[in-house]
């Protein structure tokens, strides 16, 4: 990728809506073939890495600390929602709505959420970094 491609907000928002995209294609493979605590995990690891990756596609100039930190809220909001028992509601008349939503609240789901966005961000910063033009002292 040039020095360019990431610095444009344009370019940025192609990058990440891409790394969006196939993070959909993966939570729906790990949704159907998925099992057990592994699945879940990686499950919820990636829900945390896609709504970092949709807050960055929003906005593309945010700081990336803000981006991690709305993403960590958000994933936390979705998740004490489930206390009230809301999600369930909602994917009993709308199954699609569990894949957002969730069904029950696990509080290990918090820390997955926390790792993952976590790393994501360094991955992002990382990215950012390497892209960035390099000046040449002789």
Same mark, same amino acid.
Not at 14 to 41: C, E, F, K, P, Q
Not at 84 to 103: H, N, S
């Given at each position: *990728?040039?020095? +360019?491609?990431? #610095?444009?907000?344009?370019?940025? #928002? /192609?990058?990440?809506?891409? !790394?969006?995209? @196939?993070?959909?294609?993966?939570?729906?493979?790990?949704? #159907?073939?998925?099992?057990?605590d592994?699945?879940?995990?990686?499950g919820? !690891? @990636?829900?945390?890495?896609?709504?970092?990756?949709?807050?960055?596609?929003? +906005?593309?100039?945010? %700081? #990336?600390?803000? $981006?991690?930190?709305?993403?960590? $809220?958000?994933?936390?909001?979705?998740?004490? @929602?489930?206390?009230?028992? $809301?999600?369930?509601?909602?994917?009993?008349?709308?199954?699609? !709505?569990a894949?957002?939503?969730?069904?029950?609240?696990?509080?290990?789901?918090?820390?997955?959420?926390?790792?993952?966005?976590? /790393?994501? *961000? $360094?991955?992002?910063?990382?990215?950012?970094?390497? !892209?960035? %033009?390099?000046?040449?002292?002789?």
């Amino acid at each position: *990728m040039s020095s +360019a491609v990431l #610095r444009s907000p344009a370019h940025r #928002r /192609i990058a990440v809506g891409t !790394a969006a995209v @196939l993070t959909i294609a993966a939570g729906l493979l790990v949704h #159907r073939y998925g099992s057990g605590d592994s699945g879940d995990i990686v499950g919820d !690891a @990636l829900y945390a890495v896609l709504l970092y990756l949709l807050l960055a596609l929003l +906005a593309p100039r945010s %700081p #990336r600390r803000l $981006i991690g930190a709305l993403a960590l $809220i958000l994933c936390a909001l979705v998740e004490f @929602l489930q206390l009230t028992g $809301i999600p369930r509601e909602a994917a009993a008349v709308f199954p699609p !709505a569990a894949l957002v939503l969730g069904a029950g609240f696990d509080q290990r789901d918090l820390l997955v959420y926390a790792a993952a966005v976590v /790393i994501t *961000m $360094i991955v992002d910063v990382v990215i950012s970094r390497a !892209a960035r %033009p390099r000046s040449h002292t002789a």
